[in-house]
């Protein structure tokens, strides 16, 4: 038999267990909290972490602790060759669920729980590939060291607790997204563009606008109230803009004017042609009402700089794209604009060929030379050379126990490795299955569950042979 068909039949003979194990981390609730002594993202991570150590220790592996922030597991006393490196936290259960969030469920060949995909479930698959290895009795040269963080879901402060004591090994593979591999993530930049003036205007203005909840998300309402129009006349001269826009408009009368409601369509701020950003049509429809005063000046110039549906930053004159990294892409998501100053933040995902020089420095003088006020820092973007052994070592793994033809995808979102040199993001959901990662019902199929075990097991072996 071959290591694969070997493999194939350990992880086949060990589904109840592997369902078992996840269902017992997925029990500890791992929401984000307050710091506590040894706890620095509070007590439900750390009792998360706890209960992996416990069961990476029932099954024989070395474990360790680092400051209550993360943990390893290591497949022999040899240097590793290969870090896989998981989070226990969790976003919280939200509403929705048929079913006990915190109580893995199986239905009709999916099991069900929070964590179950993102990602405790995969922690606990990269175990089973461990434990698969230990049990077949097979020897590896190189070390392999599984690592578990506590704090991805809010900004990755985890990692440093390890990693400022500790080299990354050769390789890491982080199985905190899908199959098959993704080898490029962009980098950020993150605008704040301000602006303010004297209050005082009279007339028809803006008296304030507001939109968006969060940096990262393209927000489906923005709101704005006006005077010197009724809610009738505001339709109707701010009707075609909206529907140039493709959102809804909605007005209401109120003492001197309207208020405007602006409904577009929620999307990730890394993929924004799937949403229809409300703040950049309201900015539009104002700017197309025949108001005046500084306010409506500055959205009149933010409707130029940054129009709608522009999300490649051609206005802006910071459109660029590279064949490794895909396109630029920026969305204005929060907007806040009151009598006497405004500010909008922005989300870009920057491919590989931006620099401070192409696109910052671009960017702050386009909106400089309007009088707005740039501040924010680009991030650059993570690449691991997709010829090299190990990525092609995953991939080849992939193929084997997928069926499928291997790949290196490019990713707009920071992955847990964006800052770890040679790192890439391998599994644990197959192309084309909504997990409901974040979500209600957030699941996992278990014939994919167990394909990654197997995908795990026979790529640590390549790795580390
Ligand atoms: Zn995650």
């Known amino acids: ?9 350990w992880v086949d003979a060990h589904e109840a267990e592997l369902l078992r194990d996840i ?30 150590l416990r069961l990476c220790a029932e099954y024989g592996f070395r474990t360790d602790i680092y400051h209550g922030a993360m943990g390893s597991a290591d497949f022999s006393d040899a240097p590793a060759a290969l870090d896989i490196l998981a989070h226990l936290d969790v976003v919280g259960p939200g509403e929705g669920w048929d079913s006990d969030p915190y109580k893995a469920e199986l239905r009709g060949g999916c099991l069900y729980g929070r964590g179950v995909d993102d990602d405790k479930g995969p922690a606990v698959m990269a175990l089973y590939a461990l434990r698969c290895l230990k049990e077949l009795g097979v020897e590896l040269t190189h070390g392999c060291r599984l690592l578990f963080g506590t704090d991805e879901e809010n900004g990755s402060g985890d990692l440093h607790y390890y990693y400022d004591d500790h080299a990354p090994a050769p390789n890491t593979f982080t199985p905190d997204s899908g199959f098959p591999v993704y080898n490029v993530e962009k980098g950020t930049y993150r605008a704040a563009i301000e602006r303010s003036w004297p209050a005082g205007d009279g007339g028809a203005r803006v008296v304030s606008a507001r939109g968006g909840f969060r940096i990262n998300v393209v927000p489906a309402e923005a709101e704005a109230v006006i005077t010197g129009l009724d809610a009738p006349g505001a339709l109707a001269l701010g009707g075609a803009a909206a529907d140039k826009c493709g959102v809804e408009l909605l007005a209401g009368d109120e003492p001197g004017g309207c208020r405007l409601l602006v409904r577009g369509r929620q999307a990730h701020a890394a993929s924004p042609w799937d949403g229809c950003n409300a703040v950049t049509a309201l900015l539009e429809v104002l700017a197309a009402l025949p108001l005046g005063g500084a306010a409506w000046e500055s959205v ?30 920026v969305s204005a998501n929060i907007l806040e604009l009151d009598e006497g100053s405004l500010r909008l933040d922005c989300d870009a995902r920057v491919p590989l060929c931006a620099n401070e020089a192409n696109c910052r420095a671009v960017f702050e003088r386009a909106l400089g030379e309007a009088g707005f006020a740039v501040s924010g820092e680009m991030e650059p973007g993570h690449h691991t050379p997709a010829g090299g052994e190990f990525v092609r070592t995953l991939l080849a ?20 490795v964006h800052d770890i040199p040679g790192g890439v993001a391998f599994g644990a959901s197959m192309p084309g299955f909504d997990t409901k990662l974040h979500g209600a019902n957030e699941r996992i199929r278990v ?13 640590i072996a390549g790795v580390c042979k």
């Open 1 to 9: 038999m071959t290591l694969a068909e070997r493999i194939s039949d």
């Open 300 to 329: 009149r110039a933010l409707a130029r700089l940054l129009p709608h549906g522009d999300w490649r930053g051609e206005a802006a004159g910071i459109a660029q794209a590279d064949g490794l990294s895909g396109e630029l892409t």
């Open 447 to 459: 014939a994919d569950a167990l394909a990654a075990c197997k995908i795990f097991a026979l790529a």
């Open 23 to 52: 269902a017992r981390i997925v029990a500890v609730p791992s929401v984000s909290g307050e710091p506590r002594e040894g706890a620095p993202f509070g007590p439900g991570p750390r009792a998360a972490l706890d209960e992996m």
């Open 397 to 416: 793994s992939y193929e084997r126990f997928s069926g499928q033809k291997g790949e290196c995808l490019s990713t707009g979102g920071g992955t847990y």
